[in-house]
């Protein structure tokens, strides 16, 4: 089997897994209770969070984490759990760029009577910044850009974007980070509101994250319940929570010596694609480097995926969360072509990856486009 699908989702970790298992076995209460086993669970969630804070570059007094699912309930918090919470405030911007489970609450909220300004994007992928600077205002509630897009790869300046929305104090800056945490390294500092995934890092399906500056206010989508954070009812998934901690761990601690081996992968397919007919780089020069996208002219983007699974190799269609589509709607924001959106699939590379492997699939290209 040849894996290329790591954006979709990554393999768990062995470590991650052995350390998931002892903490399931060994701390066995509810971090909701009161006596000695509770407080121990509580200890664990609480010493987690101050570790993928640190991980992250982020102060503990300024930052807190709700765990979560995943990063598509960690979206619908911060939008929903945003706008319950400051009722009053009913202007959103965003991009065309941004993953369903913040369009879809963000289309909920419009039918409600929200405003909703969608940024365009640049030849490159980027947005605007001076229509943002345009169409913010005193009485904007957020503003969410995705860090990175998961069919292009395209890493966003969020930094720069940040330095914008903060001339306007009260409006609130997310981004749904999930695939660029352990991928790509910036100053999260600069943002209010992040959203993020642990099966993305080598993790384990099942636990997100929600960072969220410690001054701003979230109503809960949960009801009911004991709690350990107000702004997630529920007992806290401590295994889950721990493990997602210890992951993270290992991704900060090996990310060079990854990150160089990513980018002399995708050099190498890169010059091997460049040779092949019909066949196009989507991804650009402001893609991170484990992301490929490609268009495989005349042959749908779906023909593609299972003639390569056929011959057990893995890529995706667009992405995980809307594989069904005829087109990418990402590709075709960017290029204007529908040709190229109607056979695009994404390459998604890891420090697992092995030259073999892409050898296979050059291969295997060139087969299907002869």
């Given amino acids: 089997m040849i894996y290329l699908d790591y954006s979709a989702s990554t393999p768990v970790d062995k470590r991650v897994l052995k350390y998931f298992n002892a903490v399931s076995i060994h701390v066995i209460g509810?971090?909701?209770?009161?006596?000695?086993?509770?407080?121990?669970?509580?200890?664990?969630?609480?010493?987690?969070?101050?570790?993928?804070?640190?991980?992250?570059?982020?102060?503990?007094?300024?930052?807190?984490?709700?765990?979560?699912?995943?990063?598509?309930?960690?979206?619908n918090l911060a939008i929903k759990g945003l706008s319950s919470a400051y009722p009053n405030k009913k202007h959103i911007i965003m991009t065309s760029f941004e993953h369903s489970t913040v369009i879809y609450p963000i289309n909920e909220l419009k039918a409600q009577g929200y405003e909703v300004d969608v940024l365009h994007l640049k030849s490159d992928g980027l947005i605007d910044v001076d229509e943002l600077r345009s169409k913010i205002r005193q009485d904007t509630l957020l503003v969410t850009i995705l860090a990175v897009n998961s069919e292009l790869g395209i890493h966003q300046p969020l930094e720069e974007i940040a330095?914008?929305?903060?001339?306007?104090?009260?409006?609130?800056?997310?981004?749904?980070?999930?695939?660029?945490?352990?991928?790509?390294?910036?100053?999260?500092?600069?943002?209010?509101?992040?959203?993020?995934?642990?099966?993305?890092?080598?993790?384990?399906?099942?636990?997100?994250?929600?960072?969220?500056?410690?001054?701003?206010?979230?109503?809960?989508?949960i009801s009911g319940g004991s709690t350990h954070h107000a702004g997630r009812s529920g007992t806290p998934a401590h295994p889950l929570i721990a493990s997602f901690a210890f992951a993270l761990e290992l991704m900060m601690k090996n990310f060079d010596q990854h990150e160089k081996k990513v980018k002399t992968l995708n050099r190498y397919l890169h010059q091997a694609i460049d040779h092949l007919p019909h066949v196009v780089v989507n991804s650009n020069d402001y893609s991170i480097p484990q992301i490929i996208n490609i268009s495989v002219l005349g042959k749908p983007s779906l023909d593609t995926m299972h003639y390569l699974e056929q011959k057990d190799i893995y890529i995706s269609t667009y992405t995980a969360c809307s594989s069904?589509?005829?087109?990418?709607?990402?590709?075709?924001?960017?290029?204007?072509?529908?040709?190229?959106?109607?056979?695009?699939?994404?390459?998604?590379?890891?420090?697992?990856?092995?030259?073999?492997?892409?050898?296979?699939?050059?291969?295997?290209?060139?087969?299907?486009?002869l």
């Fill in 30 to 75: 509810n971090a909701n209770s009161i006596h000695k086993l509770g407080n121990a669970c509580e200890n664990l969630v609480e010493e987690s969070e101050k570790k993928i804070l640190h991980l992250l570059g982020l102060s503990y007094e300024q930052f807190e984490i709700i765990f979560t699912s995943g990063a598509s309930e960690a979206n």
């Fill in 163 to 221: 330095s914008i929305v903060k001339e306007y104090p009260g409006v609130i800056f997310h981004s749904d980070a999930t695939q660029s945490i352990g991928k790509v390294k910036f100053d999260l500092n600069s943002l209010d509101l992040i959203s993020c995934s642990a099966h993305k890092i080598y993790g384990i399906k099942g636990v997100g994250a929600l960072i969220k500056r410690r001054n701003i206010h979230l109503n809960s989508l």
């Fill in 324 to 369: 069904k589509l005829s087109q990418s709607k990402s590709v075709l924001a960017l290029t204007g072509d529908s040709n190229r959106a109607q056979t695009s699939v994404r390459i998604s590379l890891s420090h697992l990856t092995t030259k073999k492997e892409l050898d296979c699939l050059i291969q295997a290209l060139k087969d299907w486009t």
